[in-house]
């Protein structure tokens, strides 16, 4: 189940973007005592009481004739679809303001819940000011300052009651969840529907939890099965349909996190972009298996050195998915479409592969006497086993003598040599350093 959704908006200049900065525990948003300063949404991850939220910083809306205004509009109301709960910011310094009630006139339509938060309540002196804030019609105001970090106990309380509550996921699924991600324009809705076309059957569609997105289940030919989650979801009519790249960042970022293996899916006309990295970057981190979809490759003039170019330029701008297996296909001539799913099912095998310690420490060693140890200040590495803890992705425990000698080369090298023993492709994995009592 994807992460609950926070989407804090209100008017400019009432410290949205500190509130941001608290809640995700980073410095992420630009603050600024300008008006205006976040135009786009801003995604960053939280955790309260052991629930971990996304939460979406949105540009302050205002019915002010400004630069941009329309689009920050815009902006926030995309996120509020978004979200599970809302958090609506105000401050008590300049009390109730027309622009506080236009937001929550726009609130009041969304059918979200919505929590009020009156910031900048610095001292005691302030809290009999929050009063006046009960004449918006959102329940009771939570006195805040971001700038402290003054009652975010209390209010982060009441946005985790609010979420949704988390589904127990069924014992033993074999389905193998997949999602095809990708910039606006590099063909997935023709990849989606011509591997559906292509000797599939078709289970079910399915309703997803990102909102108007249809999952399908299908069948391959073997009786694979597999549940394709659903990306695109941008149905809304009206100027809502048509926002920005960051809507689709959004989406694909849910769709991600309820998947088990990952498409990324590139433009061969366009080459690679910064949000193609950013996105698969985020699906790496988040221990999927990947596989990289070179679509319309129909559509380049080649010669004996094209395909062996356009890899090398994927693994110079993707050098953390070296493991990710590539294939170049055409959605429109169906070139290579079959082996998706093949590949797909070979990713889920690495990612559910278990390796007996014995066999895992014999590569260890193996590896060990053949590229000793790093040494520090005199001090020697010490290695003494490792074992295998989890699947999806496969996490390994190393036991050592002293964890922080442990480099980032060297670890590569062990990962490597893994790797290379019991073939691991299209899954990243995780090797934690342990200090052996």
């Not at 200049?13 to 900065?21: C, E, P, R, Y």
């Not at 609130?107 to 918006?136: C, H, I, W």
């Not at 985790?160 to 095809?180: A, G, M, R, Y």
């Not at 997935?188 to 997803?208: P, Q, W």
Request: proline residues 5%; contains cysteine; aromatic residues 8%.
């Amino acid at each position: 189940m994807p992460n609950p959704v926070i989407a804090i908006v209100g008017r400019p200049n009432v410290g949205k973007s500190t509130i941001f900065n608290r809640l995700a525990g980073e410095r992420i948003s630009i603050v600024d005592d300008i008006p205006g300063v976040t135009r786009d949404r801003i995604y960053a991850r939280g955790e309260w009481l052991g629930r971990t939220f996304d939460i979406i910083d949105t540009g302050g809306i205002d019915i002010a004739d400004e630069p941009f205004m329309s689009q920050i509009k815009l902006q926030a109301q995309v996120a509020m679809e978004e979200a599970d709960v809302i958090l609506l910011i105000t401050s008590v310094r300049e009390g109730v303001t027309e622009g506080d009630e236009n937001v929550a006139r726009i609130l009041y339509q969304s059918g979200k819940p919505v929590l009020l938060a009156v910031n900048k309540t610095d001292n005691p002196e302030m809290r009999t000011d929050v009063f006046d804030f009960y004449s918006l019609g959102l329940g009771n105001p939570y006195p805040i300052s971001g700038s402290h970090g003054l009652g975010l106990g209390d209010l982060l309380d009441a946005i985790v009651s609010e979420f949704p509550v988390v589904e127990q996921e069924e014992e033993e699924d074999t389905t193998i969840k997949f999602c095809l991600i990708g910039r606006p324009n590099v063909g997935k809705s023709s990849l989606v529907n011509s591997i559906l076309g292509e000797e599939r059957v078709i289970v079910s569609d399915i309703a997803g939890t990102t909102r108007d997105a249809i999952d399908t289940l299908f069948e391959d030919p073997d009786g694979a099965e597999f549940q394709m989650i659903d990306t695109a979801g941008i149905r809304k009519k009206g100027k809502v349909s048509e926002a920005t790249e960051k809507y689709s960042v959004m989406r694909a970022l849910r769709a991600i996190d309820r998947s088990d293996i990952v498409c990324v899916v590139l433009n061969a006309e366009e080459g690679i972009q910064e949000q193609d990295k950013k996105v698969a970057g985020y699906a790496h981190d988040a221990g999927k298996g990947i596989l990289i979809l070179v679509n319309k490759w129909d559509k380049l003039e080649k010669d004996n050195h094209t395909m062996k170019n356009f890899e090398e330029k994927i693994r110079d701008e993707f050098q953390y998915l070296s493991y990710a297996p590539i294939l170049y296909v055409s959605a429109i001539t169906k070139q290579r479409l079959s082996n998706i799913p093949e590949k797909i099912k070979e990713i889920s095998l690495s990612q559910n592969k278990r390796i007996s310690s014995s066999l895992l420490n014999d590569v260890l060693m193996d590896a060990i006497s053949r590229n000793p140890t790093p040494t520090d200040k005199g001090r020697r590495l010490k290695i003494y086993y490792m074992t295998q803890v989890a699947v999806k992705p496969p996490t390994f425990v190393l036991f050592v003598n002293e964890p922080e000698m442990l480099h980032f080369s060297y670890q590569r090298f062990i990962e490597n040599q893994i790797r290379k023993a019991f073939e691991f492709e299209g899954t990243p994995f995780r090797i934690i350093a342990r200090k052996k009592k």
